[in-house]
């Protein structure tokens, strides 16, 4: 693996500066004025033509969402956020809705490519990359394209964007929707189910493994602007899947908000895996601007021997709050949480998973690895229960924090309640920092000090690491090296 | 090869090296021998470059040039291989990619092209072949559960891999039962050419048997005490190290 | 979170109501007044801890407790004659007899002098201001049990060990609740340990099962640099009880400092542990067992505060779960930015014996330095059966080779035990529950 080189190397060739995706697209935007109130989201309503009831589930949302409070539970801190100074719809202006790659902004193309993301299906074919992704590219509260449709058509599956299903496929959307994050689930949930804009869809049929792995690449490029997209993914029963989620944005001295809800539902036999690299703006040094990440992601395991695994790699985000979980309600389920979060500069990360053991046999692991660096704070928050019918429930749990520095927080905050005799739960924790003898050791050897970090930084977060798709496994070794820049010595 | 002039080392104010001179020469196997505490471990540190020390005077010379100024990683690009009495466990890190990332970062630093993968895995095998170093342990993280034998085989990889120049073995072989330690003798005697020397830190004189050296010095306090030819290690496992106790105080 | 304050519970009212009358009769000089009313404005502005307070998620005072008692008044000659029929848990043990019963000193049970130590009744003490400098110092947490404690405290003793003192025989405070009425106790024991001595500390609490009487005890250790304290509590209050009791130890640098709490009975208890590092070098062992049945719920607590650096701490926690009974751990290693070089390991493990127990657990780590090695683990599940099989195979019955296991679980944590009395008295109280156990 000749990634520690290659990282050093892209460590040492990115300025001051290390976040490189922070540049911005000039375009012409449609925009909904600042501040929320009903006849915001009527509007954001409108935009999509969405269906009567979409708009009644809006409002009832929003109305619900005015008598919630932030919650205040989690590590960490940032000033009030004011709601009424931030644009809840901002979309590219377009004739009509692009029909092909071809009706696209060119500059939008062109911020994708510099993204690293390519949207003509022709460009992914002709590359490099053996393995075909479909991609949907969400630019702010829309989305812009997505690309082999017509060839998952074939296999029978769905994938667009939700503003799409919700005209298209009107009739999953109503059946799914709201049904794993209730619309009062959480303050952040409940602002999103009132003013969500876009996101993705994807309903894979009974019996169907999904041909290719599904992506959608999510860019905030307005100011001011928060991006609340929603996701929604169903596996029928023996489907399977594989999704990948990537987000970035430029780089700018306001904090933006991005409040997203993802929900998954598997049914009897069928297996999701959802894969998430985050690297939003993550501020500068002195932890002026960046994203607040606020993000309410649940599976539901409804079906039985269902699986639903979770990876994240999180090195974005001036603060982010985000808890994959997974409702283990099949007999047999299972849920998997991998977690890499690494912390740098002044960002603070409160993340982790719930697994809630509900059925028969259901199993579910846990490995977490944290890296904090800077004056970062990281933390693990995470629960596991079993409840009284959860007969043989099973977790195990590992969740380890790297300190590299003295001037950063790894704390782990895990909470575990059996109600179940028979459950067995297992739980770890350590927390260390590279030593001093470790370093010495790699340097005998000729490795640079910041090499030969990288090179333990990667060891300590390996067992993550392998389980993203190998292509992203890469991308993700070089993002983690990259956030810990600067780090060292 | 090396050359010590008047070292002065100490490490959280206690003095460990008083004034240390010592020569080795091209293609030369020194024997360092001493009684615990005399100050051989933290030899091998200094030389390396370990950074708890603190060096008050004197001179390291390679090949003419101080390297005490040198971080550890330029020293080993310099030729400098210190096989570690503990060598350390790096969990997650395959051994493999290890040797990789350590080979082609020296390389890198000489100025020397990279090595094709190819190239990389037919002297990887060699080498491992000779130590009996089966392949799957070369997929396990570095030194993670590894015997003591098996930890001291893999410092032994690492050097044939590496190339130094000059190498210091620090009491390699403690923790080696008989077998393990003439699988790593050998291993050190296919390395023995006139371009290379060898520093071999001791405490008995078990190990010289093995690797029979040209000269042999005695430590104690700090300073080395005495000199001569190998047959000073026979005499030293005869008498003991109490006659140098005194004679440096 | 500014949550609205909720409605007060008949029990927060009635405590409110009866904190005036209180604070006229209860010993106290206008210092310790003073500390009354502050600790009293601390609990009226919270109330009885509930689920919403992270602190007490798992252990909700304002469900549990009904309603506020009378106070306990000193007992009578009658009463104490009475209570002389109480079996002595540590009968065997040579030691300093300290006897307090509801929350009073008991001078006549008590002994009067122990070489080397100033032993003094709390009560007296709260009057003169004599030996309490330190009082309420030892565990500074905003909690409202400890609150109620301050507000309410009785009596109990202050034991000052003098420095370099090294104990011949353990001190043993006994406490005992009398009576057929269910009263409200608060008691408090002050000890200070001087530099360089050494003590053993033996608690046990003993009260009559059926009546639903409330305990909010607080001990508060000061140890000095160097010091070796052990200190051992067991929990045998009666089966209707609600028993809160609140460890709180200040260390000195180099001090070793050892506490076991092993719960047997009691409807609810919770045991809290606060413990702060202010010296260099320190190391401390907390550890805990509970042996619960019936509809019983035991939480322990833990805050371990590393100020300093170079300290140790080891925490062992076992939990033995049957019926409808319910177990709670909480443990908090807090490790500060100065405090390098902790050492902190952390270990909860609980088996349920029934389909209906429960088991939280929340082991907490918050570090802010970056050269420590820290962990915790937490496992709970049923016995293993695999060790079940083969311990039948060789021929157990299934009652006996489940108790042998168990006692081997929980005697993990007893061998913790420097004193062979002490411990072997505790191993007497689980071979009792596993075969009354075995039995049912």
Redesign the interface.
Request: proline share 4%; glycine share 8%; charged share 25%.
């Given at each position: 693996m000749p990634a520690v080189k290659e990282t050093v190397e892209q460590v040492k060739a990115i300025d001051v500066d290390q976040y490189k995706y922070g540049f911005e697209t000039e375009l012409e935007v449609d925009k909904a004025p600042k501040g929320l109130n009903e006849d915001i989201v009527r509007l954001i309503s409108a935009k999509k033509n969405e269906p009567a009831w979409m708009l009644e589930w809006r409002l009832d949302a929003y109305r619900r969402w005015l008598t919630m409070r932030e919650p205040t539970w989690a590590r960490v801190d940032y000033p009030e956020i004011d709601f009424q100074d931030i644009h809840y719809y901002a979309a590219p202006k377009m004739n009509a809705a692009p029909k092909t790659i071809d009706d696209v902004d060119p500059a939008i193309l062109d911020t994708y490519k510099k993204l690293g993301i390519p949207l003509r299906e022709q460009e992914i074919l002709a590359g490099v990359q053996q393995s075909k992704v479909a991609v949907d590219a969400v630019f702010d509260s829309v989305s812009v394209a997505t690309t082999f449709k017509e060839e998952l058509k074939k296999a029978g599956v769905i994938f667009c964007s939700i503003s799409e299903a919700m005209r298209e496929h009107p009739e999953l959307v109503q059946k799914y929707i709201g049904t794993v994050v209730p619309v009062t689930d959480n303050y952040y949930a409940t602002l999103n189910s009132a003013v969500f804009t876009d996101g993705s869809f994807v309903y894979v049929p009974k019996g169907v493994r999904c041909p290719m792995e599904l992506s959608t690449y999510f860019r905030i490029n307005e100011k001011n602007t928060g991006q609340f997209e929603r996701t929604l993914i169903i596996a029928e029963e023996g489907a399977y899947v594989s999704y990948l989620e990537g987000c970035t944005a430029p780089q700018r001295d306001e904090n933006q908000l991005h409040a997203a809800v993802v929900e998954l539902i598997a049914l009897d036999d069928a297996e999701i895996k959802y894969s998430t690299v985050q690297n939003w703006y993550p501020g500068d040094k002195d932890g002026k601007g960046g994203i607040y990440n606020f993000v309410t992601k649940r599976g539901d395991c409804r079906g039985k021997n269902s699986k639903i695994s979770w990876t994240q790699v999180e090195t974005g985000s001036a603060i982010t709050w985000k808890y994959p979980s997974c409702i283990l309600r099949g007999e047999g389920s299972r849920g998997e949480f991998y977690s890499i979060a690494v912390s740098n500069g002044r960002q603070q990360v409160d993340s982790g998973t719930k697994m809630i053991h509900l059925g028969k046999n259901t199993t579910s692991r846990i490995i977490s690895k944290g890296i904090s660096a800077g004056y970062s704070q990281n933390t693990y928050r995470g629960l596991v229960s079993a409840h009284r019918r959860a007969t043989g429930a099973r977790n195990f749990t590992n969740c380890d924090s790297l300190l590299i520095g003295n001037n950063c927080g790894a704390h782990t905050v895990p909470y575990i309640e059996s109600k179940n005799g028979s459950a067995i739960f297992e739980h770890e924790a350590t927390t260390s920092k590279i030593s001093e003898d470790q370093l010495f050791y790699c340097m005998q050897r000729g490795l640079s000090e910041e090499e030969a970090t990288a090179l333990i930084v990667n060891g300590f977060v390996k067992d993550v690491l392998q389980q993203l798709p190998m292509e992203f496994a890469v991308e993700a070794q070089k993002l983690i090296s990259i956030s810990l820049e600067g780090s060292v010595g | 090869m090396l050359e010590i002039r008047n070292l002065h080392v100490s490490i959280e104010d206690k003095k460990i090296l008083n004034g240390l001179n010592l020569t080795v020469h091209d293609g030369e196997v020194a024997a360092i021998m001493g009684p615990n505490g005399s100050g051989k471990s933290t030899l091998s540190y200094v030389i390396?470059?370990?950074?708890?020390y603190e060096i008050h005077d004197g001179e390291i010379l390679l090949d003419g040039e101080n390297v005490l100024e040198m971080?550890?990683?330029a020293?080993?690009?310099a030729g400098i291989?210190?096989a570690?009495q503990y060598?350390?466990e790096?969990?997650?890190?395959?051994t493999m990619?290890?040797l990789?990332?350590?080979?082609?970062?020296?390389r890198k630093?000489r100025g020397e092209d990279e090595l094709s993968t190819a190239e990389f895995m037919k002297r990887v095998r060699d080498q491992a072949g000779h130590l009996g170093i089966p392949q799957d342990m070369l997929k396990r993280?570095l030194n993670v559960g590894f015997s003591g034998g098996e930890k001291k085989r893999m410092e032994i990889l690492?050097m044939a891999l590496?190339e130094p120049k000059f190498c210091i073995l620090d009491e390699t072989d403690s923790g080696l039962d008989i077998d393990a330690l003439k699988i790593v003798s050998e291993g050190v005697n296919r390395l023995r050419g006139k371009d290379r020397s060898f520093l071999v830190i001791t405490h008995y004189q078990r190990l010289l048997n093995y690797i029979v050296p040209d000269t042999v010095h005695v430590m104690a306090h700090g300073q080395v005490v005495k000199s001569g030819g190998k047959e000073l290690a026979l005499e030293l496992e005869a008498n003991g190290y109490a006659d140098y106790k005194t004679l440096a105080a | 979170m500014s949550d609205v304050t909720p409605i007060r519970t008949p029990a927060e009212s009635a405590l409110i109501a009866a904190f005036p009358a209180a604070r006229k009769s209860l010993p106290g000089n206008a210092h310790v007044i003073a500390l009354r009313e502050a600790a009293f404005n601390r609990f009226e502005a919270k109330g009885l801890p509930h689920r919403r307070v992270e602190e007490w998620k798992y252990t909700d005072l304002r469900t549990a407790m009904r309603d506020a008692l009378p106070l306990a008044q000193a007992p009578q000659a009658a009463t104490l004659a009475a209570l002389g029929h109480v079996a002595d848990p540590f009968a065997q043990l040579d030691a300093y007899r300290i006897t307090i019963v509801d929350g009073h000193h008991v001078p006549s049970l008590s002994v009067d002098a122990i070489k080397g130590v100033t032993l003094r009744d709390l009560a007296a003490s709260l009057s003169t201001g004599d030996g309490i400098a330190s009082l309420g110092t030892m565990a500074k947490a905003d909690d409202s049990a400890l609150a109620l404690n301050a507000a309410f405290m009785q009596g109990g003793v202050v034991i000052e060990i003098a420095k370099g003192v090294a104990l011949d025989k353990p001190i043993y405070l006994r406490f005992l609740v009398s009576g057929d009425k269910p009263h409200a106790i608060y008691p408090r024991v002050l000890v200070t340990v001087g530099e360089g001595a050494s003590a053993t500390l033996i608690e046990a609490h003993q009260g009559a099962d059926g009546i639903a009487y409330q305990v909010n005890g607080v001990v508060e250790i000061k140890a000095g640099a160097k010091t070796h304290i052990q200190h051992v509590r067991l929990n045998a209050h009666g089966d209707a009880a609600i028993d809160l009791s609140s460890l709180g130890t200040d260390l000195g640098e180099a001090a070793e400092f050892k506490s076991l709490n092993f719960v047997m009975r009691p409807a609810l208890t919770r045991h809290q542990v606060f413990a702060r590092f202010s010296g260099e070098h320190i190391k401390l062992d907390v550890s805990g067992a509970a042996l619960l049945k019936g509809k019983q719920h035991a939480d322990s607590t833990l805050y371990v505060d590393h100020a300093m650096p170079h300290g140790e701490s080891r925490e062992l926690f076992k939990h033995v779960i049957d019926d409808e009974a319910v177990g709670v751990f909480q443990g908090k290693i807090v490790v500060q930015q100065i405090a390098q070089k902790t050492d902190g390991r952390m270990m909860s493990q609980a088996i349920l014996l029934s389909d209906d127990a429960t088991m939280n657990n929340k082991p907490e780590l918050e570090i802010f330095a970056d050269d420590v090695a820290c962990g915790h683990g937490a496992t709970c599940g049923a016995l293993d059966e695999d060790l079940l099989f083969y311990l039948r195979a060789r021929g157990l019955p299934k009652p006996e080779a489940e108790a042998l296991m168990l006692a081997a679980f929980v005697g993990e944590a007893l061998e913790k035990i420097e004193n062979d009395a002490v411990r072997e008295a505790l191993e007497a109280q689980t071979q009792h529950w596993l075969l009354s156990r075995a039995i049912k």
């Amino acid at each position: 693996m000749p990634a520690v080189k290659e990282t050093v190397e892209q460590v040492k060739a990115i300025d001051v500066d290390q976040y490189k995706y922070g540049f911005e697209t000039e375009l012409e935007v449609d925009k909904a004025p600042k501040g929320l109130n009903e006849d915001i989201v009527r509007l954001i309503s409108a935009k999509k033509n969405e269906p009567a009831w979409m708009l009644e589930w809006r409002l009832d949302a929003y109305r619900r969402w005015l008598t919630m409070r932030e919650p205040t539970w989690a590590r960490v801190d940032y000033p009030e956020i004011d709601f009424q100074d931030i644009h809840y719809y901002a979309a590219p202006k377009m004739n009509a809705a692009p029909k092909t790659i071809d009706d696209v902004d060119p500059a939008i193309l062109d911020t994708y490519k510099k993204l690293g993301i390519p949207l003509r299906e022709q460009e992914i074919l002709a590359g490099v990359q053996q393995s075909k992704v479909a991609v949907d590219a969400v630019f702010d509260s829309v989305s812009v394209a997505t690309t082999f449709k017509e060839e998952l058509k074939k296999a029978g599956v769905i994938f667009c964007s939700i503003s799409e299903a919700m005209r298209e496929h009107p009739e999953l959307v109503q059946k799914y929707i709201g049904t794993v994050v209730p619309v009062t689930d959480n303050y952040y949930a409940t602002l999103n189910s009132a003013v969500f804009t876009d996101g993705s869809f994807v309903y894979v049929p009974k019996g169907v493994r999904c041909p290719m792995e599904l992506s959608t690449y999510f860019r905030i490029n307005e100011k001011n602007t928060g991006q609340f997209e929603r996701t929604l993914i169903i596996a029928e029963e023996g489907a399977y899947v594989s999704y990948l989620e990537g987000c970035t944005a430029p780089q700018r001295d306001e904090n933006q908000l991005h409040a997203a809800v993802v929900e998954l539902i598997a049914l009897d036999d069928a297996e999701i895996k959802y894969s998430t690299v985050q690297n939003w703006y993550p501020g500068d040094k002195d932890g002026k601007g960046g994203i607040y990440n606020f993000v309410t992601k649940r599976g539901d395991c409804r079906g039985k021997n269902s699986k639903i695994s979770w990876t994240q790699v999180e090195t974005g985000s001036a603060i982010t709050w985000k808890y994959p979980s997974c409702i283990l309600r099949g007999e047999g389920s299972r849920g998997e949480f991998y977690s890499i979060a690494v912390s740098n500069g002044r960002q603070q990360v409160d993340s982790g998973t719930k697994m809630i053991h509900l059925g028969k046999n259901t199993t579910s692991r846990i490995i977490s690895k944290g890296i904090s660096a800077g004056y970062s704070q990281n933390t693990y928050r995470g629960l596991v229960s079993a409840h009284r019918r959860a007969t043989g429930a099973r977790n195990f749990t590992n969740c380890d924090s790297l300190l590299i520095g003295n001037n950063c927080g790894a704390h782990t905050v895990p909470y575990i309640e059996s109600k179940n005799g028979s459950a067995i739960f297992e739980h770890e924790a350590t927390t260390s920092k590279i030593s001093e003898d470790q370093l010495f050791y790699c340097m005998q050897r000729g490795l640079s000090e910041e090499e030969a970090t990288a090179l333990i930084v990667n060891g300590f977060v390996k067992d993550v690491l392998q389980q993203l798709p190998m292509e992203f496994a890469v991308e993700a070794q070089k993002l983690i090296s990259i956030s810990l820049e600067g780090s060292v010595g | 090869m090396l050359e010590i002039r008047n070292l002065h080392v100490s490490i959280e104010d206690k003095k460990i090296l008083n004034g240390l001179n010592l020569t080795v020469h091209d293609g030369e196997v020194a024997a360092i021998m001493g009684p615990n505490g005399s100050g051989k471990s933290t030899l091998s540190y200094v030389i390396a470059g370990k950074e708890d020390y603190e060096i008050h005077d004197g001179e390291i010379l390679l090949d003419g040039e101080n390297v005490l100024e040198m971080e550890p990683d330029a020293r080993a690009a310099a030729g400098i291989f210190l096989a570690f009495q503990y060598p350390l466990e790096i969990p997650g890190v395959a051994t493999m990619t290890f040797l990789k990332a350590a080979m082609q970062a020296q390389r890198k630093a000489r100025g020397e092209d990279e090595l094709s993968t190819a190239e990389f895995m037919k002297r990887v095998r060699d080498q491992a072949g000779h130590l009996g170093i089966p392949q799957d342990m070369l997929k396990r993280g570095l030194n993670v559960g590894f015997s003591g034998g098996e930890k001291k085989r893999m410092e032994i990889l690492q050097m044939a891999l590496l190339e130094p120049k000059f190498c210091i073995l620090d009491e390699t072989d403690s923790g080696l039962d008989i077998d393990a330690l003439k699988i790593v003798s050998e291993g050190v005697n296919r390395l023995r050419g006139k371009d290379r020397s060898f520093l071999v830190i001791t405490h008995y004189q078990r190990l010289l048997n093995y690797i029979v050296p040209d000269t042999v010095h005695v430590m104690a306090h700090g300073q080395v005490v005495k000199s001569g030819g190998k047959e000073l290690a026979l005499e030293l496992e005869a008498n003991g190290y109490a006659d140098y106790k005194t004679l440096a105080a | 979170m500014s949550d609205v304050t909720p409605i007060r519970t008949p029990a927060e009212s009635a405590l409110i109501a009866a904190f005036p009358a209180a604070r006229k009769s209860l010993p106290g000089n206008a210092h310790v007044i003073a500390l009354r009313e502050a600790a009293f404005n601390r609990f009226e502005a919270k109330g009885l801890p509930h689920r919403r307070v992270e602190e007490w998620k798992y252990t909700d005072l304002r469900t549990a407790m009904r309603d506020a008692l009378p106070l306990a008044q000193a007992p009578q000659a009658a009463t104490l004659a009475a209570l002389g029929h109480v079996a002595d848990p540590f009968a065997q043990l040579d030691a300093y007899r300290i006897t307090i019963v509801d929350g009073h000193h008991v001078p006549s049970l008590s002994v009067d002098a122990i070489k080397g130590v100033t032993l003094r009744d709390l009560a007296a003490s709260l009057s003169t201001g004599d030996g309490i400098a330190s009082l309420g110092t030892m565990a500074k947490a905003d909690d409202s049990a400890l609150a109620l404690n301050a507000a309410f405290m009785q009596g109990g003793v202050v034991i000052e060990i003098a420095k370099g003192v090294a104990l011949d025989k353990p001190i043993y405070l006994r406490f005992l609740v009398s009576g057929d009425k269910p009263h409200a106790i608060y008691p408090r024991v002050l000890v200070t340990v001087g530099e360089g001595a050494s003590a053993t500390l033996i608690e046990a609490h003993q009260g009559a099962d059926g009546i639903a009487y409330q305990v909010n005890g607080v001990v508060e250790i000061k140890a000095g640099a160097k010091t070796h304290i052990q200190h051992v509590r067991l929990n045998a209050h009666g089966d209707a009880a609600i028993d809160l009791s609140s460890l709180g130890t200040d260390l000195g640098e180099a001090a070793e400092f050892k506490s076991l709490n092993f719960v047997m009975r009691p409807a609810l208890t919770r045991h809290q542990v606060f413990a702060r590092f202010s010296g260099e070098h320190i190391k401390l062992d907390v550890s805990g067992a509970a042996l619960l049945k019936g509809k019983q719920h035991a939480d322990s607590t833990l805050y371990v505060d590393h100020a300093m650096p170079h300290g140790e701490s080891r925490e062992l926690f076992k939990h033995v779960i049957d019926d409808e009974a319910v177990g709670v751990f909480q443990g908090k290693i807090v490790v500060q930015q100065i405090a390098q070089k902790t050492d902190g390991r952390m270990m909860s493990q609980a088996i349920l014996l029934s389909d209906d127990a429960t088991m939280n657990n929340k082991p907490e780590l918050e570090i802010f330095a970056d050269d420590v090695a820290c962990g915790h683990g937490a496992t709970c599940g049923a016995l293993d059966e695999d060790l079940l099989f083969y311990l039948r195979a060789r021929g157990l019955p299934k009652p006996e080779a489940e108790a042998l296991m168990l006692a081997a679980f929980v005697g993990e944590a007893l061998e913790k035990i420097e004193n062979d009395a002490v411990r072997e008295a505790l191993e007497a109280q689980t071979q009792h529950w596993l075969l009354s156990r075995a039995i049912k």
